[in-house]
């Protein structure tokens, strides 16, 4: 189980809860914070998440990297910090 803040995940169960109250993440947005996560304090690319998280591996233009980090911070609220590194990708911070 990890900690950050008040945000508890338990990979396991693939369950996250936010201030002790249950937090719904699809399975995608699931796969992707916890991507990030292990890979906090590095840039993260748009090609290396489609790759990781969709299985996507051919070259394509496409926002739903993007669309996906937007809701998990709507979600998620200031608990995790997901930045975003102009024509690069995302970084997370280190708990």
């Known amino acids: 189980m990890m900690n950050n803040i008040n945000l508890q995940i338990d990979a396991a169960a693939r369950q996250v809860s936010q201030n002790g109250k249950a937090v719904y993440l699809t399975q995608t947005e699931f796969d ?3 991507y990030l996560l292990d890979n906090a ?3 993260t690319t748009r090609s290396e998440l489609l790759a990781q ?8 233009h496409t926002r ?3 669309m996906h980090i937007a809701k998990l911070r ?3 609220g200031a608990q995790i ?3 975003s590194v102009m024509r690069k990708g995302y970084v997370t911070k280190k708990a």
């Open 32 to 34: 992707l914070l916890l």
């Open 53 to 60: 998280v969709w299985g996507i591996t051919a070259p394509i």
């Open 41 to 43: 304090g590095r840039i």
């Open 64 to 66: 739903t990297v993007d």
């Open 81 to 83: 910090e997901i930045t």
């Open 74 to 76: 709507h979600k998620l």
